[in-house]
């Protein structure tokens, strides 16, 4: 038995290898490219009055009493000046709402329009739905009320949307710097998977755009019936529901310049909350846009129909292979004294860690960038209890196939507000 489980660990390893492999390489190709654009350095304040497009960030909220003030603040200070800015309150019962309306009577000469929308839909689909009726902009930004953008951002997105195919972007979303190890290992963990999504978009694979500071063509999502309403994961369906109602005719990016905040999880309990969140959400996107997954449609790329989505289904079944793989390390340290895979694990996970790192100059200072290296190889237990978190969110998730179905087949859905607990207190470094 445990000469099958080493077997297996060795064959998810050396896969494992070839995978960390490809994303190094891919997000290296990913700045040069940008780096060779002839337009790298072109901003909107270059590019004249005519293609100064109207923006519309649109913030939904539900009891964001402790975090709103740190999100309109920050887009107040964006050096865009063209911004509509909606604020969607969804049954509230804090004081969401009227920070909402004082902030609007103080700054309602800053924006081209400002508007506040109470609603009672109970989701955070309907409430982005709600606000779609309203907004007026060619383009528009949904950021959560419990994160903040920097105040170059949204021009810069807005630089990248002069490209006619580009449907939708994500933002580089970096985790406010906090005390404790949990804080520090979520930022780890953000750092990498957002290099990750150079990658993904240099082979044309992306599949989420994040509800945090993405945005869109407004013309486009109103063309596909905005947000659908039966998903808890909003952002992952209603990505999967561009790319599959337009295929390659639009295309999905990320630019790692346009970077946005959100506060960290602050225990493991609101950790799993998240992950499970996000794992049943993403299943239920799985099934809705199974047409998706290996398809002949010419319109869909053959990298991410063929091999990117089969392989998202094939890594939640990586992470119920987690225990075999503790049982032979413990079986070797045990019966043999041999750490070979503890220390080969460390230096991979380190390796892997600091091209990371290096490469990820949009944001961290070098000071952070310093700290993440050298912190690195004690980092690894620490994404291990992520990683165990993911597990059991995975396992947990997999339980609920069954309702996931179920909703799926009577259309009983729901896009219900998931909070995890927030303070408020962090600022943006």
Not at 59 to 72: C, F, G, K, Y
């Amino acid at each position: 038995m445990i000469i099958f489980i080493a077997y297996i660990v060795l064959f998810l390893s050396f896969f494992n290898l070839l995978r960390m492999a490809f994303f190094i390489i891919a997000s290296d190709v990913h700045d040069i490219k940008k780096s060779l654009s002839t337009n790298k350095n072109i901003t909107t304040s270059k590019l004249g009055r005519k293609k100064y497009p109207l923006v519309s960030v649109v913030v939904p909220a539900h009891n964001e009493e402790l975090t709103l003030s740190r999100n309109l603040e920050s887009i107040r200070k964006s050096y865009y000046k063209k911004i509509e800015l909606i604020i969607v309150n969804d049954s509230s019962t804090d004081r969401t709402y009227n920070i909402a309306r004082s902030f609007q009577k103080k700054h309602r000469a800053r924006f081209s329009r400002i508007k506040v929308i109470n609603v009672q839909v109970r989701g955070k689909a309907g409430a982005l739905n709600a606000a779609l009726r309203h907004v007026r902009g060619e383009l528009f930004m949904c950021l959560d009320a419990d994160s903040a953008l920097t105040p170059e951002s949204i021009e810069i997105a807005v630089n990248d949307f002069r490209d006619p195919t580009l449907a939708c972007m994500s933002s580089n979303v970096k985790i406010f710097s906090e005390k404790g190890a949990l804080n520090f290992f979520q930022r780890i963990e953000y750092l990498v998977c957002y290099q990750m999504k150079k990658a993904e978009t240099v082979a044309g694979i992306q599949y989420i755009v994040g509800g945090i500071g993405s945005m869109f063509r407004t013309s486009l999502v109103k063309q596909i019936g905005g947000y659908d309403t039966d998903t808890i994961t909003e952002d992952i369906d209603l990505s999967m529901k561009i790319i599959s109602e337009f295929g390659g005719k639009y295309r999905v990016g990320y630019n790692p310049n346009v970077i946005t905040y959100t506060e960290s999880v602050h225990d493991i309990k609101g950790l799993f909350r998240q992950r499970f969140r996000w794992k049943y959400g993403r299943y239920q996107a799985f099934l809705k846009h199974k047409n998706l997954f290996w398809s002949n449609d010419k319109r869909y790329s053959k990298s991410l129909s063929w091999i990117y989505l089969p392989y998202a289904l094939l890594s939640e079944l990586f992470y119920i292979l987690e225990p075999l793989i503790l049982v032979l390390i413990t079986y070797l340290l045990v019966r043999y004294g041999d750490a070979t895979i503890i220390a080969s694990s460390f230096l991979i996970f380190s390796f892997y860690t600091t091209m990371h790192v290096t490469a990820a100059t949009s944001g961290y200072t070098t000071r952070e960038r310093l700290n993440f290296i050298a912190a690195a190889p004690f980092a690894y237990m620490g994404m291990y209890v992520l990683s165990l978190v993911e597990y059991s969110a995975t396992i947990y998730g997999l339980r609920n196939l069954k309702k996931i179905f179920s909703d799926h087949r009577t259309g009983t859905g729901t896009s219900a507000w998931k909070h995890v607990e927030r303070k408020g207190n962090a600022v943006i470094s």
